[in-house]
C-alpha cells in the first residue's frame, strides 16, 4: 500500500525575496539527495564586480549633507582612509542594476555603519553599458587595494556584458556547482581574510565544498558554525540546518539529522522538502512511530495552504524547499505525484517557471547521411545508475550511420576521467568531436552544441545539476532525450523523449510524464556486467556467514531506509508461513537491529530469525550471495543495483510491481531474463509466490538453472544488440521531426 494517500496538485514554486539569502545548493555528486533550494541569481562579471564595489564603500555623509558641504577637513596622516571612489558611477550602477530583469542585490553580511541611500531619486538610462560605468569605478578605485585589483582584472577579462561568473562567494558557489569544491575551498580562503569575522554565508558554502569532497564531519562543522551566526535571519538558518543535517547524515548520525530536519519543519510548517527529509532519516534509524508522524506531517505540507483571513495580520513569509523525488519514492508509487516533485524540483533548480521549448527542425542533410548525435556527459549524482553501460551501448553504433560528438562535463577531479571507457570515447570520437566543457558556463555550453547542429542530445542524467539543467533549457538541439533511469518523469519539459521500455515505462504512464515516452524492445538500456568474485575456493560457506544449513534464507541488503512497515510486516507473515525460514538483511547500527527484532517479536516471529550480514567490499558481497535462496525485492522503491547482483550470481528475485517507473525497476530484470512469473501484481500474490517457493526446494532449483541458461546469452549487458534497437527508435524519432509532427509515445514495435 502506499505509504502516502492521493494528494492534490502541488502548487509550483516560485521565487520569493527570501530565496536569495539562502545559499545554492544543488543535487550534486557527492552530496545528498534531498530538498532543492533555489539558486541564487546569476550575474555576469561586470555586475558582479559593481555590486562587490558598493558593497565595499566607506562610511559616507548622505548625498544631500555631501552636497551642503564638499568640502571636509584633512585627518591626521596616521589615520587617514582609503579613498573611497566617487559616488556618482556606484549610485548609477545601483540604481541601472535595479531596472535589470533580476534586480536582487547580492546580500552582504555585514552592511557598512553610516550608510543612508541617496535623497533624491536617480535617473537610470537603461541602454548605459555598464562597462562604461565599471571603467569610471576602476579608474576613480585606489590601485593599492585587493578589491580594486578585482575589479581592474575583472574588467581586463570582461570588458563586454554577457554570460559569465561572479566573484567572491557567487563564485565559490559556481565552483562548487561545477565539481570543483577544491578550487571552491581556495577561493573561500582568500575572502574576507582573518581576523575579521568569519560570515555564515561564508561557512554555508565550505560546508558545501566539504560535503562534495565526501568529508562529512568538516562540513558539519562549517555548517554548525554557519548556524551559530544566522541570528534573525530566517533564511539563513533554514539553509544551515538543511545543510547540517545532510551533513550528518552522510556522517552517519541520522537521528542528529531528524532534529535539523523537524527544527526546520517546527519554523517553517509549509515546507515540504523537510518534512520528507525528516521521514527519509526515520525510516534509515528504522525509528517507525516518529516515520509514521513525519509522514502525516508531509501530507500535510503537500496540502494546498489555507486563504488567509481577510483581517489576518501580515506573517513572515514562509520557506518552502521541493521535495526530492529520489526520496519520494520510498514512500510513494504514485507517479503523478513523483512527476509533481520532478516539475518542482526543476523549478527551484532554475529558479524560474520553464515551459517546453518549441521543437526546432533539424539542419537540412544530404539523403542517407549519417545522423548527428551528441552526448552530453557529465558527474552524476550519488547512487545514480553507471552512466558508462550507456557509453558501451553509443560507441556500438553503426558509425556509417551516426556521428557520435561528446561533450565532456567533467571536472579535473572526477575519478570519471581516469576511467579506461572514457579513454575509448574520446579515441572513438576523435579530437574535432570532443569538447571539454567543465570550464564552461550554461549558455557557452548550451551555444557549444548549437554550433554542431545535432539532430538528436542524449542526457544520461537530466537531474545532475543546475548548470546541465540550464543548458537544456535553451533546447541547443533538435531532439533531446534522457533514460528512464530516476523514479519517474525527469519533470523537464525541454527533454523531449524518455527513453524506457515496456516493463519499465508502460505506455499507460504518459500522462504521469512530462517527456514522451519511447520505448526499447528489451531493455531500455544495458546493465553493468557481473562484478568480478574471488575464486570458488574462496566463497564463504553459510556457517560462515551465521546462516543455518538447510532451512529456507530470504535475502534482502537494501538499505535500512528502503524497508517500510509495511513491508517489514509483509516479510514477518512470510517467514510465519514458511517452517524454519531466516530473513538475511544487510548490517545495521545496533539501534536499527534492535529496532527490527523488536518489530519482529511483536508480530509473533523468533528475533534470532533475522540475520544481519556484515559489510563488506562488492566483490566478497558477491561471493556470499548464492548462499540465499529468494532475495526479496523492496516496494515501492525497487533495488535495480542489488536485484541485478543478485541475478548475475544465480538467485532467483521476488518482485512486486508497482505503478512508477521507480518501483518496477527489478520487474524490468526479471522481464529481460525470461522470468516474468517472478513478477507479482500486488501484496498477496508475493506472499503466495513467496512461501511457494520457500516450501519446494526443487522449484527453487530449476529457477536457479533456467537463470544459468538465460545468463549465457547476455541480455543484462548486450550493448551491441541494444545499440540496434536504439538506432532503429532514434530514426522513428527523426522521422516525426522531419515531418513537422511534435514528440508522442512510441510504443516498442514488435520484433522482426
Not at 184 to 198: G, S, T
Not at 694 to 702: F, I, K, T
Not at 708 to 730: E, I, K, N, W, Y
Request: charged share 25%; proline share 12%; with cysteine.
Amino acid at each position: 500500500m502506499d505509504a502516502l494517500g492521493p494528494l492534490p496538485a502541488l502548487p509550483p514554486v516560485r521565487r520569493t525575496p527570501s530565496s536569495d539569502h539562502a545559499p545554492d545548493e544543488r543535487h550534486r555528486p557527492g552530496t545528498l539527495p534531498g530538498s532543492v533550494l533555489e539558486p541564487l541569481p546569476r550575474r555576469t562579471l561586470p555586475q558582479q564586480a559593481l555590486l562587490d564595489a558598493l558593497a565595499s564603500r566607506l562610511p559616507a555623509e548622505p548625498a544631500a549633507r555631501r552636497a551642503e558641504s564638499p568640502q571636509r577637513p584633512a585627518a591626521p596622516a596616521a589615520s587617514v582612509p582609503t579613498p573611497s571612489p566617487s559616488p556618482a558611477p556606484l549610485d548609477r550602477a545601483a540604481a541601472l542594476l535595479r531596472t535589470r530583469p533580476d534586480p536582487t542585490l547580492l546580500i552582504y553580511e555585514r552592511p557598512t555603519p553610516g550608510r543612508t541611500a541617496p535623497a533624491t531619486q536617480i535617473a537610470v538610462n537603461r541602454h548605459e553599458p555598464l562597462p562604461q560605468l565599471l571603467g569610471e569605478l576602476a579608474a576613480q578605485t585606489p590601485r593599492s587595494t585587493p578589491r580594486a585589483e578585482l575589479l581592474s582584472k575583472t574588467r581586463e577579462a570582461s570588458p563586454n556584458p554577457g554570460p559569465g561568473t561572479g566573484t567572491g562567494l557567487t563564485r565559490a558557489r559556481q565552483l562548487i556547482e561545477a565539481g570543483r569544491p577544491a578550487e571552491a575551498l581556495d577561493l573561500l580562503d582568500q575572502l574576507d581574510p582573518a581576523p575579521q569575522p568569519r560570515t555564515a554565508h561564508w561557512h554555508l558554502a565550505r560546508a558545501a565544498a566539504w560535503q562534495q569532497l565526501q568529508r562529512p564531519q568538516e562540513a558539519a562543522r562549517e555548517a554548525s558554525a554557519a548556524l551559530a551566526r544566522t541570528g534573525v535571519d530566517a533564511p539563513t538558518r533554514h539553509a544551515a540546518l538543511q545543510q547540517l543535517g545532510q551533513a550528518l547524515t552522510l556522517q552517519g548520525d541520522t537521528a542528529e539529522a531528524a532534529w535539523c530536519h523537524r527544527t526546520r519543519l517546527a519554523e517553517h510548517p509549509r515546507d515540504s522538502g523537510a518534512a520528507l527529509q525528516a521521514a527519509s532519516a526515520a525510516a534509515t534509524e528504522a525509528d517507525w512511530p516518529a516515520l509514521a508522524q513525519d509522514l502525516s506531517r508531509l501530507e500535510q505540507t503537500l496540502q494546498p495552504a489555507p486563504a488567509p483571513a481577510p483581517a489576518a495580520a501580515p506573517t513572515r513569509p514562509e520557506i518552502r524547499t521541493a521535495p526530492d523525488p529520489a526520496l519520494l519514492a520510498a514512500f510513494t508509487d504514485d507517479p503523478a505525484r513523483l512527476r509533481q516533485a520532478a516539475e518542482q524540483a526543476v523549478q527551484a533548480h532554475l529558479g524560474r517557471r520553464v515551459e517546453r521549448s518549441p521543437a526546432r527542425r533539424r539542419a537540412a542533410r544530404a539523403p542517407g547521411s549519417r545522423l548527428r548525435l551528441g552526448l552530453l556527459l557529465g558527474t552524476m549524482p550519488a547512487g545514480a545508475p553507471s552512466p558508462w553501460p550507456i557509453v558501451e551501448m553509443l560507441m556500438a553504433l553503426d558509425p556509417a550511420q551516426f556521428d557520435l560528438t561528446v561533450y565532456a562535463d567533467l571536472p579535473e577531479e572526477s575519478p570519471a576521467r581516469n576511467d579506461a571507457r572514457l579513454q575509448q570515447l574520446r579515441e572513438r570520437t576523435g579530437n574535432s568531436r570532443w569538447h571539454d566543457c567543465a570550464d564552461s558556463d550554461e549558455d557557452t555550453l548550451a551555444l557549444t552544441i548549437s554550433a554542431d547542429a545535432l539532430d538528436l542530445l542524449a542526457v544520461l542524467d537530466a537531474r545532475a545539476d543546475a548548470r546541465r539543467l540550464a543548458t537544456l533549457a535553451h533546447h541547443p538541439a533538435a531532439l533531446q532525450i534522457a533514460w528512464a533511469d530516476g523514479a519517474g518523469s525527469t519533470g523537464a519539459p525541454f527533454i523531449d523523449y524518455l527513453v524506457g521500455d515496456r516493463e519499465r515505462t508502460p505506455i499507460e504512464l504518459a500522462a504521469d510524464t512530462v517527456e514522451a515516452i519511447a520505448q526499447m524492445p528489451s531493455r531500455h538500456r544495458p546493465s553493468e556486467p557481473p562484478a568480478a568474485v574471488p575464486e570458488p575456493c574462496e566463497r564463504p560457506s553459510r556457517a560462515d556467514c551465521g546462516l543455518p544449513g538447510t532451512a529456507m534464507v530470504y535475502a534482502c541488503f537494501a538499505r535500512p531506509g528502503a524497508i517500510l512497515p509495511e513491508q517489514f510486516a509483509a516479510w514477518c507473515r512470510i517467514l510465519a508461513d514458511t517452517a524454519g525460514a531466516v530473513l538475511w538483511l544487510r548490517g545495521a547500527t545496533p539501534v536499527v537491529r534492535a529496532r527490527l527484532q523488536q518489530a519482529a517479536a511483536s508480530l509473533g516471529i523468533d528475533p534470532h530469525r533475522l540475520i544481519f550480514a556484515a559489510e563488506l567490499e562488492p566483490a566478497r558481497h558477491a561471493a556470499r550471495l548464492p548462499l540465499a535462496d529468494l532475495v526479496l525485492d523492496t516496494f515501492p522503491d525497487s533495488g535495480e543495483r542489488r536485484c541485478l547482483e543478485a541475478l548475475q550470481q544465480g538467485v532467483p528475485v521476488l518482485s512486486r510491481r508497482g505503478r512508477s517507473p521507480g518501483s518496477r525497476r527489478a520487474g524490468a530484470l526479471l522481464q529481460a531474463v525470461g522470468l516474468p512469473e517472478l513478477v507479482c501484481d500486488g501484496p498477496e500474490r508475493l506472499h503466495i509466490e513467496a512461501v511457494r517457493l520457500g516450501r519446494d526446494a526443487a522449484r527453487r532449483a530449476a529457477l536457479r538453472e533456467q537463470l544459468h541458461q538465460r545468463l549465457q546469452a547476455d541480455p543484462l549487458h548486450d550493448p551491441a544488440g541494444l545499440a540496434r534497437d536504439f538506432a532503429a527508435l532514434v530514426r522513428r524519432m527523426v522521422d516525426r521531426l522531419d515531418a513537422g509532427l511534435p514528440p508522442v509515445p512510441l510504443a516498442a514495435l514488435p520484433a522482426p
